[in-house]
T-cell receptor, first 114, second 109 residues
Framework: IAGITQAPTSQILAAGRRMTLRCTQD?????MYWYRQDLGLGLRLIHY???????GKGEVPDGYSVSRANTDDFPLTLASAVPSQTSVYFC?????????????FGPGTRLTVL | GQNIDQPTEMTATEGAIVQINCTYQ??????LFWYQQHAGEAPTFLSY??LDGLEEKGRFSSFLSRSKGYSYLLLKELQMKDSASYLC??????????WGAGTKLIIKP
């Protein structure tokens, strides 16, 4: 593994189903983030974690939950998917949550909820 | 509220120079990032400015004026591979990136 990986690459999901998007980084970064990207809109922060064992809510957290049991993994769960959660989801990490810490992005998961 | 404003789309010619502007309003400020995003791919880091002035990095330069809430990305000697979206993202007082919708740059031969 080099950098950040996400799985699955894409998924079609029936509304009401539960889904977990996986994210793993091997850079030993402290901070990790989940964003969604919709056409015509900027990246919007869903949840973040500044260090293992802690999480926080971003701009659009409703309908999503996260956990950070260790440094490397930061899964995002949709408890009961709805069509408005159709989006491209990016996981990112940075060394710290402070100034001048560029975020490195995973390749993204394209999710379609029908 | 927090707001980022950048043009939706720009067109330029291969070999030319283009300037992509970004104005921002944020709760606090801890610097500004520019990212490049090719269609269907993840954003990748281009530059970071925290002090006023111009930062040059090869064909790309980024400028910041904190008093005006203004930044621009300058791309020189444009190549076809520069066709991408360019995302302006200031860092607010909570060290959260506030992302603009991005400027889609189209390069024509």
């Amino acid at each position: 593994i080099a950098g950040i990986t996400q799985a699955p690459t894409s998924q079609i999901l029936a509304a009401g189903r539960r889904m977990t998007l996986r994210c793993t980084q091997d850079m030993r970064h402290n901070a990790m983030y989940w964003y969604r990207q919709d056409l015509g809109l900027g990246l919007r922060l869903i949840h973040y974690s500044n260090t293992a064992g802690t999480t926080g809510k971003g701009e659009v957290p409703d309908g999503y939950s996260v956990s950070r049991a260790n440094t490397d993994d930061f899964p995002l769960t949709l408890a009961s998917a709805v069509p408005s959660q159709t989006s491209v989801y990016f996981c990112a990490s940075s060394e710290r949550e402070t100034a001048y810490n560029e975020q490195f992005f995973g390749p993204g998961t394209r999710l379609t909820v029908l | 509220g927090q707001n980022i404003d950048q043009p939706t789309e720009m067109t330029a010619t291969e070999g030319a120079i283009v300037q992509i502007n970004c104005t921002y309003q944020t709760s606090g400020f801890n610097g500004l990032f520019w990212y490049q995003q090719h269609a269907g791919e993840a954003p990748t880091f281009l530059s970071y400015n925290v002090l006023d002035g111009l930062e040059e990095k090869g064909r790309f330069s980024s400028f910041l004026s904190r008093s005006k809430g203004y930044s621009y990305l300058l791309l020189k000697e444009l190549q076809m591979k520069d066709s991408a979206s360019y995302l302006c993202a200031p860092l607010d007082s909570n060290y959260q990136l506030i992302w603009g919708a991005g400027t889609k740059l189209i390069i024509k031969p």
